[in-house]
């Protein structure tokens, strides 16, 4: 089994909240990771189980006092109703730290019952897949920032090599068990994940153009989110695109990625970008079978690009961080692929397939100046060995040091 960063992180908030959460979509690690925590000390249930399932939402006080803390309730969001009496055993143990340790895969539809009934009481963690360091087993990181120290651990990779991580994508089961057949596992997931959680959760009553729209969004990792064209691609109207995405996002598919504005209104009205979270699954709906024809494709920069942002966030998620994480793009087409905000100072990031960055890679770089905050250390993230400044401001920085 592979150390997650997060770990630590989740036995420490454990001894100060009564109960902590873990979302993350499905089969990225969430019910490993905490039965292996437990190791034994803990009752173990699991909603994908109907009849645990249905007791809990029948009679969530039974429920409980058939499954007393400690206790692990894995896919809690299929029972709602718990909430209240975990709220009510809360309030009445108040010395039991870390008496429910729940999880689920269904972000925001979670959060409506947990703002709800447990806000104060409970820690919400977020689990993506691995991450490069948690592969090479060196999962001690600290949240990206482009001026942060290089770490000397981890070892130069070749752009294939580096391409096969991205290809392989971040699910632990197909990166631990080699034997695994890749092509399987992902049809499998893609079937399960449409099977259980589109049309049974969502009530989607039309699976096949939901699988169609999943491989559209795919080819568009990285760019700008046009519900209108991938409307008209999928044969669907603009309210399903946007639902149909929702879902996506709801259920840790992608991430939407928002352009940075110092008026937040502005950024969430604003177009945002996609991102899937998984670069293997992108890979394998957009038909890329080997690591060397995805390196040399028409996807190559943009599915890079995307592991890029993926990584960023697993550094900040897995050590209990929300990044501020943003873009940029104006109406002269000036662009920056990311901007980190961290103590009133934005970072900004460029994603360059080379070997050998220049001044051109960071020419937008300036345009930051002009929105009023302190402008940090830049990094052109790239394929270059090692770490080269390129001026006083910007350093480039290879991808695997993220």
Known sequence: MLERTIKPFIEEISRGFRVVL?????????????????????????????????????????????????????????????FTYIKIYADTHKNEKGAFWLTGSQKFKLMKGVQESLAGRIAILDLLGLSYREKIRKPKCMPFLPDMEPNKTVKKVSPLELYTRIWEGALPEPVVDKRLDREVFYGSYVQSYIERDVRDFYNVEKPLQFYDFLRVVAARTGNLVNYASLAKDIGIDLKTAQTWMGILERSGIVFLLHPYSPNVTKRIIKTPKVYFLDTGLAAYLCRWSTADTLMNGAMDGQILETYCLGEILKSYSHNGREPLLYFYRDADQKEVNFIIEENMTLYPVEVKKTANPDNNCIKSFRVLEKLGKKVGTGAVLCLQPERIPLDRGTVSIPVWEI
């Open 22 to 82: 873990l979302n993350g979509q499905r089969q990225v690690g969430k019910s490993t990771l905490i039965e292996s925590m437990a190791a034994g000390e803990r009752r173990y249930v699991s909603l994908d189980n109907i009849k645990f399932r249905n007791l809990a939402q029948s009679d969530p006080e039974l429920f409980i006092r058939q499954n007393p803390p400690p206790v692990i309730i894995d896919e809690v969001q299929y029972a709602p109703e718990l």
